[in-house]
């Protein structure tokens, strides 16, 4: 079992800059690939950016050179930079622990971009 909280959330201007992490309890947490998928309202919760236990990465092409995923398995955390904000990146930002048997989320964090 894995306990997942995001933190770091927030109102910021566009353009501006917020960085989420999401925080793991419970079972090891380097044997799982982390995600951060977010959800807009009345859409589809969706794939954001992977991260592998050894560190691989992958992002949804609208923001690939804009946000940043990273992790510390010492800390058991999972972070995402996020630069060069727009309106459209306002939603719920879910983090997500994946294994071959389990699945986990947290329960949310708002982003909202706006002037």
């Known amino acids: 079992q894995v306990q997942l909280v995001e933190s770091g959330g927030g109102l910021v201007q566009p353009g501006g800059s917020l960085k989420l992490s999401c925080a793991a309890s419970?079972?090891?947490?380097?044997?799982?690939?982390m995600g951060w998928y977010r959800q807009a309202p009345g859409k589809q919760r969706d794939l954001v950016a992977i991260?592998?236990?050894?560190?691989?990465?992958n992002y949804v092409e609208s923001v690939k050179g804009r946000f940043t995923i990273s992790r510390d398995n010492a800390k058991k955390t999972v972070y995402l930079q996020m630069n060069s904000l727009k309106p459209e990146d306002t939603a719920v930002y879910y983090c997500?622990?994946?294994?071959?048997?389990?699945?986990?989320w947290g329960q949310g964090t708002q982003v909202t971009v706006s002037s």
């Open positions: 997500n622990a994946a294994s071959p048997r389990y699945v986990f």
């Open positions: 419970g079972s090891t947490f380097s044997d799982y690939v």
């Open positions: 991260i592998s236990s050894s560190g691989t990465t």
